[in-house]
């Protein structure tokens, strides 16, 4: 069982460019979110979806978009890369999305030049 | 108020210590609350959680303070492996998780 799986592990972009975050559960989770963590400001919460066919904006979702498809995939795209979207960015699921635990990924760690 | 709020620390700790830090949340009507663990450069994962008075696990004691509203973490007998920042989390409107900033441990030999 694999439980959450991020790709790429990192990844250095240029401004300007289109990038997608890959986020991948087997743990058949109905909820699943996107933070972003950034030194001295914590995990942010960038979108979530609380099942399949459904997304929220959390509390930093501008230059970002996401889509659930279906219970396991949960990817986040960034339209137009900008420097300040360089951070490290984790996926995380819960069974439900009230307040079970959080499982999280290992992280994507992007660069934006 | 932010909803959860961590002092960062950090706290250096002599091997074999006691060290307990706390943690205040916003939300009166929260129910249950989490530590996290999180490593340099890993992703956070959980420590224990907190449900009413709170929860004991070996070397690890969270509390629970409804009416000052804070939860707790004290670790005995630190050990060189109990280095990393520790997360406190608590729901919050929409049910969505707030993730404190962490508390950053580093214990010395």
């Known amino acids: 069982i694999a439980g959450i799986t991020q790709a790429p592990t990192s990844q250095i972009l240029a401004a300007g460019r289109r990038m997608t975050l890959r986020c991948t559960q087997d743990?058949?989770?109905?909820?699943m979110y996107w933070y972003r963590q950034d030194l001295g400001l914590g995990l942010r919460l960038i979108h979530y979806?609380?099942?399949?066919?459904?997304?929220g904006k959390g509390e930093v979702p501008d230059g970002y978009s996401v889509s659930r498809a279906n219970t396991d995939d949960f990817p986040l795209t960034l339209a137009s890369a900008v420097p300040s979207q360089t951070s490290v960015y984790f996926c995380?699921?819960?069974?439900?999305?009230?307040?079970?635990?959080?499982?999280f990924g290992p992280g994507t760690r992007l660069t934006v030049l | 108020r932010k909803e959860v709020e961590q002092d960062p620390g950090p706290f250096n700790v002599p091997e074999g210590a006691t060290v307990a830090f706390n943690c205040t949340y916003s939300?009166?009507?929260?129910?249950?609350f989490f530590w996290y663990r999180q490593d340099c450069r890993k992703e956070p994962k959980l420590l224990m959680s907190v449900y009413s008075s709170g929860n004991e696990d070996g070397r690890f004691t969270a509390q629970l303070n409804r009416a000052s509203q804070y939860i707790s973490l004290l670790i005995r007998d630190s050990k060189l492996s109990d280095s990393a920042t520790y997360l406190c989390v608590a729901p919050y409107g929409n049910n969505r998780l707030a993730f404190g900033k962490g508390n950053q441990v580093v214990v010395i030999p």
């Open positions: 743990m058949r989770h109905n909820a």
């Open positions: 995380a699921s819960s069974y439900t999305s009230g307040s079970d635990e959080q499982f």
């Open positions: 979806s609380n099942t399949a066919g459904t997304t």
């Open positions: 939300n009166s009507a929260s129910q249950s």
